[in-house]
């Protein structure tokens, strides 16, 4: 065995024996905050989740030029997170086209939906006329954006991963696994969120006039099995301009 062989055995083993010290918090840990050490550090947070991910991202590059690609991409992870931020959320991973961001307090969930129906927004009204008009020789032939958020809510526990000055946070929970998942389902509604995280929303969320009559912005659909457990889902194609 290489002598990197053997660090590497050793620092598993270690990692393993060692016991987490873990604080409850009440803010988002930042990337390159020293409260989470690299060896045993960790906060446990009771939070919200969401995940916004722009669809076929991988088919769009291959359809189009990289230049124009690119533009599209950045365009949306430029307009998600700063409606994520705008809505009070701390954004703590890209993931190519796919952008996590955590919510924290009382109206963690209230916060979460309205920047999910806001990207929905940006999404139909500001990125798709956009492309039409940069390419309105091939608009409609060549990409229609989609996009899905998922959000889900409850306590996770929040590590430093990695190798000294190549690590990130990672968020170790349900609800950060789950609400990744929902923003996978296409053909949903571009908002999907968990039981728990519907049942805390404010009428103004739920509830909108049209024609003069109630009408609910979700609708069920259905569950999602996760790890064993099931999570019933709703999900919205509303929209609002933030």
């Known amino acids: 065995m290489s002598v990197f062989s053997q660090e590497m055995e050793k620092r598993v083993k270690d990692v393993l024996r060692t016991p987490f010290n873990i604080r409850d918090g009440r803010v988002v840990p930042e990337d390159d905050s020293d409260s989470i050490v690299?060896?045993?550090?960790?906060?446990?947070?009771?939070?919200t989740y969401a995940y916004a991910d722009l669809a076929e991202s991988s088919t769009l590059a291959q359809r189009l030029k990289q230049e124009a690609a690119a533009a599209i991409i950045r365009s949306y992870v430029n307009s998600v997170s700063r409606i994520f931020t705008h809505y009070g959320g701390a954004i703590r991973s890209f993931d190519g086209d796919r952008v996590m961001a955590i919510f924290v307090g009382d109206r963690k969930n209230e916060k979460a939906v309205r920047a999910a129906l806001a990207i929905s927004w940006a999404t139909w009204k500001v990125i798709q006329p956009g492309i039409e008009q940069?390419?309105?020789d091939i608009a409609g032939k060549?990409?229609?954006?989609?996009?899905?958020v998922g959000i889900d809510t409850g306590t996770a526990l929040i590590v430093r991963g990695g190798a000294r000055a190549n690590s990130d946070l990672i968020s170790v929970g349900a609800a950060p696994n789950v609400a990744a998942k929902l923003s996978d389902e296409r053909g949903s509604?571009?908002?999907?969120?968990?039981?728990?995280?519907?049942?805390?929303?404010?009428?103004s969320i739920i509830y909108a006039t049209q024609s003069g009559n109630k009408v609910n912005r979700f609708t069920s659909k259905g569950q999602l099995h996760v790890g064993g457990k099931s999570f019933d889902v709703l999900g919205s194609t509303w929209w609002w301009e933030p």
Do not use: H, K, M
């Open 38 to 47: 690299f060896r045993d550090g960790a906060v446990r947070l009771d939070a």
């Open 134 to 136: 940069r390419w309105n």
């Open 142 to 148: 060549i990409y229609d954006i989609e996009q899905s």
């Open 189 to 203: 509604g571009s908002t999907l969120v968990t039981r728990a995280v519907y049942n805390d929303l404010p009428d």
